[in-house]
T-cell receptor, first 115, second 112 residues
Framework: EAQVTQNPRYLITVTGKKLTVTCSQN?????MSWYRQDPGLGLRQIYY???????DKGDVPEGYKVSRKEKRNFPLILESPSPNQTSLYFC??????????????FGSGTRLTVV | GDSVTQMEGPVTLSEEAFLTINCTYT??????LFWYVQYPGEGLQLLLK?????DKGSNKGFEATYRKETTSFHLEKGSVQVSDSAVYFC???????????FGKGTMLLVSP
C-alpha cells in the first residue's frame, strides 16, 4: 500500500531534550515536506526537500532541522524542544514530475507535547 | 506570494442540507487547486482537485469548479451527511513549484 509513515504518533517530552520524528514513504517520491498544524493557524510548512541532499526552509523553520540522505526518509529533528513547539506535525510526499496537479500524500500525524 | 483564503468556521448544518465552503486564492502563475479533508484524529486526504480554469473536480458527492476570473474554488455538496463532519482545507500548488499552500481550514459540523 502506498503510504507515508510517521513515528511516533504521540510524544510527550521535556524542554531541551533532543528528539527526532521519523517519516518514510514507499512511493519513490522526490518531494517531501514537514508541516505543523495549530488551531487558528492552519498548516504551516517547516521544511521541504526537492530530492536527496536538497532541503530548504519553509515558513516556520526556526528550532527545527531536517536531513534527506535517502529518498524514502525525511526525519524532523528538534535539537532543543521548547513548549511553543507543542503541535500536530504532518509529513507529506509528492512526485516532482509533470504539472503541479499532483497532490500530496500525508502521514497520519505526530502529536508532540513539550512540557 | 501565493495565498489561500477560506471562510472561517465552524459551519454547522443539519443532515441533508446544502453545503458551500468558500475559497479564494492569489497566485503568480497558473496553479492547480485542491480540497483536502481531515477527519477527527487523522491526517489529510485529497478530496478533489482541478488543474486548469473551468475544470470541475468531484468526489464523494463534493464538487468544486476552478474559476480563474474570480480566483475561486468553492466546495459544494448537495446533501451533507453526519459522516461529512471534518475540517476542509483549500490549497494551491503553483505551476513549476512543488510547495502546496493551504488555507486555514474550515470545520464542518453536521447534526442528525
Amino acid at each position: 500500500e502506498a503510504q507515508v509513515t510517521q513515528n511516533p504518533r504521540y510524544l510527550i517530552t521535556v524542554t531541551g531534550k533532543k528528539l527526532t520524528v521519523t517519516c518514510s514513504q514507499n512511493m519513490n517520491h522526490e518531494y517531501m515536506s514537514w508541516y505543523r498544524q495549530d488551531p487558528g493557524l492552519g498548516l504551516r510548512q517547516i521544511y521541504y526537500s526537492m530530492n536527496v541532499e536538497v532541503t530548504d526552509k519553509g515558513d516556520v523553520p526556526e528550532g527545527y532541522k531536517v536531513s534527506r540522505k535517502e529518498k524514502r526518509n525525511f526525519p524532523l529533528i528538534l535539537e532543543s524542544p521548547s513548549p511553543n513547539q507543542t503541535s500536530l506535525y504532518f509529513c507529506a510526499s509528492s512526485s516532482n514530475s509533470g504539472t503541479g496537479g499532483r497532490g500530496y500524500t500525508f502521514g497520519s500525524g505526530t502529536r508532540l507535547t513539550v512540557v | 506570494g501565493d495565498s489561500v483564503t477560506q471562510m472561517e468556521g465552524p459551519v454547522t448544518l443539519s443532515e441533508e442540507a446544502f453545503l458551500t465552503i468558500n475559497c479564494t486564492y492569489t497566485a503568480t502563475g497558473y496553479p492547480s487547486l485542491f480540497w483536502y479533508v481531515q477527519y477527527p484524529g487523522e491526517g489529510l486526504q485529497l478530496l478533489l482537485k482541478a488543474t486548469k480554469a473551468d475544470d470541475k473536480g468531484s468526489n464523494k458527492g463534493f464538487e468544486a469548479t476552478y474559476r480563474k476570473e474570480t480566483t475561486s474554488f468553492h466546495l459544494e455538496k448537495g446533501s451533507v451527511q453526519v459522516s461529512d463532519s471534518a475540517v476542509y482545507f483549500c490549497a494551491l500548488r503553483d505551476s513549476g513549484y512543488s510547495t502546496l499552500t493551504f488555507g486555514k481550514g474550515t470545520m464542518l459540523l453536521v447534526s442528525p
